[in-house]
């Protein structure tokens, strides 16, 4: 995928004020920290269109980036941050459900999940709800050049092995690195034949 333009679209927690269903879209979402701008900012060859930050949980909006005037990239908040308030945690998970359920152009949902950390229940009771509710979705590990090949291939083997006990069929899954630029290839390859299906 070549990239012309990628540009911010705009932020909100109203899904009636979200940009026309008319583009295949995206979204990604994980825990706060994870390292979703980065990922965006990487995959899109920017270094600022999604803004980084070392504070947890400063993803608070829905944020809709146009990707080439062809595609979406929403840019969910993170959840699981303990220092942001419970009621702000019920408002962020409650318009974030209501979109992932009823955004009718959302093509697939990228749940990011740090490969140097063992299986969080939070994560995990995510993805469930994921499957629970059919909406489609593939996991991302990010971070995978902060360790070494044999640590990484322990990581992964344990979670999808803590993912069996709950799925018949694991979901499928891409390995990245931000610094790297590691997984781009094969994520866009996913976009592009996943963006076949939208009509």
């Not at 489609?136 to 902060?146: G, L, M």
Request: glycine letters at 4%; a positive charge; one cysteine or more.
């Amino acid at each position: 995928m070549v990239i012309h333009s990628a540009e911010f679209l705009i932020s909100n927690t109203d899904i009636a004020k979200c940009p026309a269903p008319d583009k295949p879209e995206y979204a990604f979402i994980g825990r706060s920290n994870v390292g979703k701008s980065s990922l965006i900012n990487m995959v899109c060859e920017r270094t600022k269109l999604a803004k980084t930050s070392q504070t947890p949980g400063k993803t608070q909006l829905i944020n809709h980036f146009a990707i080439n005037d062809d595609i979406y990239f929403v840019d969910l908040p993170g959840f699981g941050f303990a220092k942001s308030s419970k009621q702000s945690r019920n408002v962020w998970s409650k318009f974030t459900h209501q979109f992932l359920k009823t955004r009718e152009n959302l093509l697939c949902t990228f749940v990011l999940i740090d490969s140097r950390l063992k299986p969080q229940k939070i994560d995990m009771e995510f993805m469930e709800w994921m499957g629970l509710n059919q909406l489609p979705f593939i996991i991302i590990f990010t971070k995978i050049d902060k360790l070494s090949s044999s640590v990484l291939n322990k990581n992964i083997t344990h979670y999808k092995k803590e993912l069996l006990k709950k799925w018949e069929e694991l979901p499928p899954s891409i390995l990245t690195s931000s610094t790297t630029k590691f997984g781009k290839d094969e994520f866009w390859k996913f976009v592009e034949e996943t963006n076949k299906s939208f009509v």
